[in-house]
């Protein structure tokens, strides 16, 4: 039922494109493994080796400690449609902030939000289906737009004081690299 691949072939694209929602797993050395749901118009495929996604603010930056700590990311997709499938995409990231010489190129593949914290852009070592025949069916009613008006409402300066009170330090007290 599983099948393995080195890269993403076409077929492993369109799937991606047609999904709404998605999963993001880190974990560090030691401590607690984190796995984040993902949504909005966040991810990018660059290449067929490597991948992007947006993060924006909110309540921890788990993800970014790990990352920080041992660059492990695993991305999971699956289908709540008609034809069920689990894609994993597994590899090592890299976290580019505002402040890095790369946010320009890889925060312009995405629409500007505000709450926008790191582009996460993952080099995939092993793609890996699987059939996801346990997956129920779900109907996408919309995208919540609750994130993007909290950002808003705080604006940038109100961010980045948001970043430095709750977003400096991960679950396990590491450093998340704002």
């Known amino acids: 039922m599983s099948e393995k691949f080195e890269k993403l072939d076409h077929s492993h694209k369109v799937f991606i494109q047609q999904q709404h929602l998605y999963f993001v797993s880190t974990a560090g050395a030691e401590g607690y493994v984190n796995v984040s749901p993902k949504g909005m118009d966040s991810f990018r495929i660059l290449d067929d080796s490597t991948v992007a996604w947006l993060n924006l603010t909110g309540s921890g930056n788990e993800t970014a400690a790990h990352v920080l700590e041992n660059g492990r990311m695993t991305v999971m997709f699956c289908s709540f449609g008609k034809q ?14 505002p402040r890095d010489e790369r946010w320009d190129e890889l925060s312009a593949l995405f629409p500007s939000y505000t709450g926008a914290r790191q582009v996460f852009s993952l080099s995939i070592e092993l793609v890996q289906t699987s059939c996801g025949y346990a997956v129920p069916y779900f109907r996408l009613e919309g995208e919540r737009p609750t994130l993007t008006k909290w950002a ?13 009170e709750k977003n400096a330090k991960s679950l396990n007290d590491t450093d998340t690299g704002i």
């Open 84 to 97: 069920p499938l689990i894609m994993r995409l597994y590899g090592q990231a890299v976290a580019i902030h």
């Open 152 to 164: 808003d409402n705080h604006g940038e300066a109100g961010i980045r004081d948001y970043w430095m």
